[in-house]
């Protein structure tokens, strides 16, 4: 039985996913800055990630980590370096000193946030140059690269997982194309700690099918079959009653929070014209063998 830990396991995010990793088998090892309620098949501490003594001490003997915790608001630089940037260096270089081979990285959809979101673009795959939204989408994005180092020159095995929205269901008409279910969610996680031929791979944590927003090949290719992908219809209509599409020609139709995939993100301290976002959807993407929808 495999012992994973987990960090920020108190957060939301890993509060949804840490039942269902239990339920496929796995013993969890929580840390968080904060106490963390446990289960049956979980122990947890309280500890820092930026404490580099500390995360290798509650490392070692354990198989794999799951690097949850970070800066989650688009808080200023002072915070986002602290808990996104160091505690991410502190994380992978305890795994490396413990001999941990497997990690999963938790990033976010906002490293490519100001995108234009479709129909104004087309869906974003995972190889796509970053384009980030926010503090924290750079913060998130500066992870990503830690990840493909530590995988790369350390032979490690890196899942990055750009989470969009983990919840029950989607709650507003953006969150429909990046909704994330907490079961599909420890399924990519399973994917990152067990498929054999992960060395550096980037997904999209996120359940929809359609390919609306993300192109999500990546993950399909590696067995993701989301079990929570088809929104159910009256779920659906009640997110478009109550966040309807804005008017054609509108001034909330030419926003940043309607044009791009970041949303609000994207939106806050936005300078000059939304305009100026058509120019990512100008440039060319990298070449690429994804495809849209998940495979027949």
């Not at 001490?57 to 630089?77: S, Y």
């Amino acid at each position: 039985m495999k012992r994973i830990v987990v960090t920020g396991a108190a957060g939301d995010a890993a509060s949804q996913l840490r039942p269902h990793l239990l339920v496929r088998g796995y013993r969890l090892h929580c840390i968080d800055i904060g106490p963390t309620t446990t289960s049956r098949g979980e122990t947890a501490v309280v500890a820092d990630v930026t404490d580099r003594a500390a995360m290798t001490r509650e490392f070692a003997g354990m198989d794999a980590v799951v690097h949850l915790a970070a800066c989650t608001t688009d808080a200023d630089w002072p915070d986002q370096v602290k808990l996104s940037v160091e505690g991410t260096i502190e994380v992978f270089e305890a795994a490396r000193a413990c001999g941990i081979e497997r990690v999963v990285y938790a990033s976010t959809n906002h490293v490519v946030g100001l995108y234009p979101r479709p129909p104004h673009g087309p869906a974003r795959g995972s190889r796509e140059v970053l384009l980030p939204d926010s503090r924290y989408g750079v913060a998130k994005a500066f992870g990503e690269s830690v990840s493909a180092l530590f995988a790369y020159k350390y032979a490690m095995r890196v899942l990055v997982i750009r989470i969009g929205n983990v919840n029950s269901h989607p709650v507003d008409r953006r969150r429909l194309g990046i909704w994330l279910s907490p079961r599909d969610f420890a399924q990519l996680v399973a994917l990152g700690i067990e498929h054999p031929s992960v060395r550096f791979e980037i997904v999209y944590g996120i359940s929809d099918r359609t390919g609306r927003h993300y192109d999500n090949a990546t993950a399909y290719a590696l067995g993701f079959r989301p079990q929570d992908g088809v929104v159910e219809p009256e779920i659906e209509a009640k997110v478009l009653r109550e966040d309807p599409p804005p008017a054609a020609g509108s001034a909330a139709a030419a926003s940043v929070t309607e044009l791009s995939l970041g949303g609000s993100f994207a939106a806050e301290e936005f300078v000059g014209s939304a305009a100026r976002l058509m120019e990512a959807m100008r440039k060319p993407a990298p070449a690429s063998c994804e495809g849209g929808a998940e495979p027949g």
